[in-house]
């Protein structure tokens, strides 16, 4: 696999897709990116990153937000862009990579290394993850996720005409629930590995 791959990894909370994202970097050996990359875009920009990550994959509001001659007012938008640019910047670069939301699906479509993923799972399942890691009841597990997928969803259309998690805008889409996150990982690897050999043999 010495072509360039870019794995892009959209999740429903609770999914344990993020942590997916980040075994599958260690498992290929590659880079992985989520709101990590913010920390580099503050110090280039000299601002405060907690200033940059309450703006991170959110939906401009569109009461307040005025865009004049291509340019947005939106901070939200502004993130967005700025995010996408950075992810072109080292697609362009040649470097292989994992990333985790942010469009990248759509942003960096015509990259041939691009495989866009899609990690689901069953409510039951992601509400006892939430639980444990939020350390709070199922109903409140249950509207934490709610609200999540909904912001998740809301950022995403907005920015892509493919709409999120509908199968037919990405390569594969697994629920984790059935395999667990290890095993998961495991088809995940293998269908990359695949992947990249046929495009190898195109």
């Known amino acids: 696999m010495?072509?360039?791959?870019?794995?892009?990894?959209s999740r429903e909370y609770g999914s344990g897709g993020h942590?997916?994202?980040?075994m599958l970097s260690e498992r290929l050996g590659i880079s992985f990116y989520d709101r990590n990359m913010l920390d580099d875009i503050a110090k280039y920009m000299d601002v405060d990153v907690d200033n940059l990550h309450k703006?991170?994959?959110?939906?401009?509001?569109?009461?307040?937000?005025r865009t004049v001659r291509g340019h947005?007012?939106?901070p939200e938008e502004i993130i967005a862009e700025i995010q996408f640019n950075y992810l072109k910047k080292k697609a362009e670069s040649g470097e292989s990579f994992v990333v985790v939301g942010r469009c990248a699906e759509h942003v960096l479509s015509d990259y041939p290394g691009m495989i866009p993923i899609f990690i689901l799972g069953d409510e039951a399942e992601k509400s006892k993850r939430v639980q444990m890691v939020r350390?709070?009841?199922a109903s409140e597990a249950i509207s934490i996720m709610n609200r999540h997928d909904k912001?998740?969803?809301?950022y995403h259309n907005s920015h892509c005409p493919n709409k999120?998690?509908?199968s037919r805008?990405?390569?594969?889409?697994?629920?984790?629930s059935k395999l667990g996150l290890e095993h998961t990982v495991d088809l995940l690897a293998d269908f990359i590995k695949i992947r990249m050999d046929s495009t190898d043999n195109n």
Not at 2 to 9: P, R, V
């Open 55 to 65: 703006y991170d994959e959110k939906r401009k509001k569109p009461i307040i937000s």
């Open 151 to 154: 912001t998740r969803k809301a």
């Open 164 to 166: 999120w998690g509908d």
């Open 169 to 176: 805008s990405y390569e594969i889409s697994i629920n984790s």
């Open 19 to 22: 942590e997916i994202a980040k």
């Open 2 to 9: 010495s072509k360039q791959m870019i794995i892009s990894i």
């Open 72 to 74: 947005s007012n939106s």
């Open 135 to 137: 350390n709070v009841t």
